[in-house]
Each structure stands twice: as C-alpha cells, then as structure tokens.
C-alpha cells in the first residue's frame, strides 16, 4: 500500500489577508523582520479524530510571488 501526497486547497477566505494574523507587527514589514503569525482554522466535522497530514502554508506577496513556505505535520484530536 503506498501514501499518497495530494495536495487539497482549503480556501481561508477572509483569513488569507496574512497581515490580519501578524502578532507582533503590521504591514508592510521590513526586510529582515522577525515576525508572529498565528491563524485559526475550522476543521470540518467530516475529518475524523486521529487523521494525520501534513499542512502546507504558502505566503506569497502582492505579485503571487513566494515569500515563505511552511509544512506542518497535524492530528485531529477530539476538542
């Protein structure tokens, strides 16, 4: 049985504004600048509790550009 890395897009909506997020700063940020970022995200119902992935976050500038990637491996646990 082999794994299979499909990439799902999980739209943010209102929450892809990533200087909404900056938690030690605002826009526009210098070169060089550390910076905190956190986001909250609903997890549907439908995903069941003990399901593993890894999460991809792109931040990209106002010319779609990348400016960071992250991946982040996650479990869903029960609230």
Same mark, same amino acid.
């Given at each position: 049985? &082999?794994? $299979?890395?499909? =990439?799902?897009?999980? @739209?943010? &909506? %209102?929450? +892809?504004?990533? *200087?909404?997020?900056?938690?030690?700063? +605002? *826009?526009?940020?210098?070169?060089?600048? !550390?910076?905190?970022? !956190?986001?909250?995200?609903?997890?549907?119902?439908?995903?069941?509790? &003990? !399901?593993? $992935?890894?999460?991809?976050?792109?931040?990209? @500038?106002? +010319?779609? %550009?990348?400016?960071? *990637?992250?991946?982040?491996? #996650?479990? #869903?646990? +029960? =609230?």
């Amino acid at each position: 049985v &082999g794994l $299979v890395n499909l =990439p799902i897009p999980y @739209d943010l &909506g %209102a929450n +892809s504004e990533t *200087c909404n997020h900056l938690t030690n700063a +605002s *826009c526009p940020v210098a070169a060089g600048q !550390t910076l905190g970022y !956190t986001l909250r995200m609903f997890i549907e119902a439908f995903f069941p509790v &003990g !399901t593993e $992935v890894t999460v991809e976050f792109r931040i990209v @500038d106002q +010319s779609n %550009a990348p400016v960071v *990637c992250v991946r982040v491996p #996650i479990r #869903i646990v +029960s =609230p």
